[in-house]
């Protein structure tokens, strides 16, 4: 019996996506929930699984096509032992070499391995469905050559070669890179972002976090005391006392939240992914860290739901992991402003008359003019300093 293999019901705030990876080619045999294929929405990478033992009978879209809402991509044969879909593997097997060298490899890749002697067969392409680039010919000038001739054909090969050769790589963007694309350049074009800045005196909650971090742990598993959990409680106080940081714009209405979903900005390999901490005014320090350190783990294995990155009325973007000592960093629409955390470095400072040498860390505060005043935001940024340099306030909620 013949299943249909459809794309994920994908929400409201997702058209379509793309095929990233197949996993499995027609022919092949899977059992029950195998990865088949990937697919990249703008916000997420999708999997979808076989739903039951069998052979892959075909697939109706290639990598890089796009895929709607429950669209049909592929058929699996069910069955334990599949010994049919014979026609598949027939054309699998009986595929004309020189058909096939013609479709792996592209004609630049074809023309250096004539001029090189070298023979394509034995290259194993690294484009897209394994065909071969020039970049895999050439391979610097030396594998190829020593792999494919024998050793003083390719000392004579390498000799004549031409020094200095400028390789450059063209790849389509991905999906999800090409969405933050737009949506930081509609942020450009459609907001007034203005940024604030300020410092922050880090060696109370430094020295908390150093007297407490194990005791910490043990009490609240799969917590780990860092900085995060007391920004994002400073955060969420000051979103209470200041309404019009926490709203966002709607056409020409301005929404104002009664709750704080305060998204926390991570990087993974493929680009830049928000999850939110939803009502984080309910949330405890621990809450806080146990739930980023879960949605950084589902964000480097690419299991982040939609659902878990959509929403939020506040973001928290920290550059400081990376060394980033300063920057402006920019809106994640429709919200009015986002936080950006930099890295401590320690500074002279005055206090009481006198020059002490602290650990500091850089804010700033990027908001939309268009909604927030230069005052609130002004004071939105110091309720955070002064929350951090005195952490007894968040507590005290003062």
Known sequence: MSIEIKAPTFPESVQEGSIATWHKKPGET???????????????????????????????????????????????????????????????????????????????????????????????????????????????????????????????QIDSMPTGERIEKRVPMTRMRSRIADRLLEVTQTTAMLTTFNEVDMHRVMNLRTEFKEDFSNIHPGARLGFMGFFVRAATEALKRFPSVNASIDGTDVVYHAYQDIGVAVSTDKGLVVPVLRNTDNMSIADVERTIAEFGAKARDGKLTIEEMTGGTFTITNGGVFGSLLSTPILNPPQAAILGMHSIKERPIAENGSVLIRPMMNLALSYDHRLIDGREAVSFLVSIKEMIENPAKILLEI
């Open 30 to 156: 899977v059992a029950r929930d195998d990865l088949l294929v990937d697919i990249e929405t703008d916000k997420v990478v999708l999997e979808v699984v076989a739903p039951a033992d069998g052979t892959l009978e075909k697939t109706h879209k290639e990598e890089g096509e796009t895929v709607l809402s429950n669209e049909v991509i592929a058929s699996i044969i069910e069955g334990k032992v599949i010994d049919t879909a014979p026609e598949i593997q027939e054309k699998i097997e009986n595929k004309p070499i020189a058909q096939e060298e013609e479709k792996i490899a592209s004609p630049s890749a074809r023309k250096l391995a004539s001029e090189k002697g070298v023979d394509l067969k034995n290259i194993s392409g690294s484009g897209k469905d394994g065909r071969i680039t020039k970049e895999d010919v050439s391979d610097d000038g030396v594998n190829v050559v020593n792999k494919n001739k024998s050793p003083a054909l390719a000392e004579t």
